[in-house]
């Protein structure tokens, strides 16, 4: 009992360190991933080793960054390490990024292959696109416990990364004008480098950070030209000069260029200090349980996602009233309607898509805090 009192103690005071050290920050907070690490090589060609390539050009990218006013950059790792993929994401959930970059180079049996392509989350109806997110995905399988952690999830199965799809819309908006950026500022590489264009596909590192979030495949390691200058110095300092220049242009677009907005206390940093609280109480307490077990979940509709604040005026969204508003994640989102029945919901829902908000989808409450709509129907 003593030393759950200080392991909540321990989590709160950290829980206020981390808020302190990133909640009251103005800077603009960009996560930057190097793909694999340690024992994950990635691709490997002709001593072409992606984990490699991929650190390196992150680490650049991260330099030109931290130069510039009002930029917080944010590492998943700096050295040759093994960080999953899950951490990868919660690294940038947890220190509230405004987007997360995650860079990584490319590799086909056909050495011909070339070209950058930069992906936002989502379902592709182009099945190639699975490839990609394929490879980048199988490595789940080096951990362990992969399939508890990942709740079944089948790198290799189609049917399972596009269960990862659906609820992931929310972002798309931002995560699609971060990846056009990033593509425009390959094309001015010129014959350097053939920039392939935004594409979409499900990638697990994505599918857990709540932001925009895009993944960059910076070019083939297996085609011998393009290879070689993705591992070159020079290679590097030109693909990390172009990802920088596209968040900097992403953060003038959307931020300004000072410092960044910030709407008081985030309901995502109140959500993260309840889960932390619930899940380091003493087990033998079992009021929380009971507590749980008697609330309703309650079901809402989030039809639309913006970086801006709209007013919450019926005419702002299509004549739909009863629309609530928060801040999460960076980002504002818009809710509609209220219900504990869920067939109630699935009419709202449908109701909602009718006004033309095509990527609506229902999501659940219970306590304050948001849970899956499995865990609500239970
Ligand atoms: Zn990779």
């Not at 416990?145 to 089948?154: A, I, P, Q, T, V």
């Not at 083939?220 to 920088?244: C, H, M, R, Y």
């Amino acid at each position: 009992m003593f030393i759950s009192k200080i392991k909540i103690a321990f989590t709160l005071l950290i829980t206020i360190l981390a808020i302190d050290s990133y909640g009251q920050s103005n800077d603009f907070k960009v996560t930057l991933d190097a793909g694999h690490g340690d024992h994950d090589f990635g691709a490997v060609y002709s001593g072409r080793i992606e984990k490699n390539i991929a650190l390196a050009i992150v680490l650049k990218v991260g330099k030109i960054l931290e130069a510039q006013p009002k930029f917080d950059v944010i590492y998943t790792r700096k050295t040759d390490v093994f960080v999953d993929l899950v951490e990868r994401a919660n690294i940038a959930n947890r220190a509230n990024s405004h987007i997360f970059v995650s860079i990584h180079c490319n590799a086909n049996r056909n050495t011909a292959a070339d070209g950058t392509e930069t992906y936002v989350m989502g379902m592709n109806k182009i099945a190639s696109n699975l490839e990609a997110a394929k490879k980048e995905n199988s490595v789940i399988t080096l951990e362990k416990d992969y399939k508890r952690k990942y709740e079944g999830f089948d790198p290799n199965s189609p049917e399972t990364m596009i269960g990862m799809t659906l609820m992931q819309e929310e972002y798309l908006e931002n995560s699609i004008s971060l990846a056009s950026k990033v593509e425009e500022k390959f094309a001015l590489l010129g014959k350097k480098l053939r920039h392939g264009g935004v594409k979409q596909a499900p990638f697990m590192v994505l599918h857990k950070a709540y932001m925009p979030r895009v993944l960059i495949e910076t070019g083939f390691v297996s085609n011998p030209t393009e290879g070689d200058l993705l591992n070159s110095e020079e290679g590097q300092n030109d693909i990390a000069k172009a990802i920088a220049d596209a968040i900097i242009s992403y953060k003038l677009e959307f931020f300004g260029d000072g410092e960044v907005e910030n709407v008081g206390e985030k309901p995502s940093q109140i959500l993260k200090e309840n889960t932390e609280k619930v899940n380091d109480a003493p087990v033998n307490d079992n009021k929380v349980g009971v507590k749980d077990a008697a609330a309703e979940s309650i079901f809402k509709i989030q039809f639309l996602a913006s970086q801006k604040k709209i007013a919450l005026e019926p005419r702002n969204f299509k004549g739909l009233q009863n629309v609530s508003i928060v801040y999460e994640d960076n980002i504002y989102k818009y809710l509609y309607g209220e219900t504990s029945d869920y067939e109630k919901a699935k009419n709202q829902l449908s109701e909602v898509k009718s006004k033309g908000y095509d990527s609506a989808f229902m999501i659940a409450f219970k306590n304050g805090k948001k849970i899956s709509i499995q865990e609500a129907t239970k």
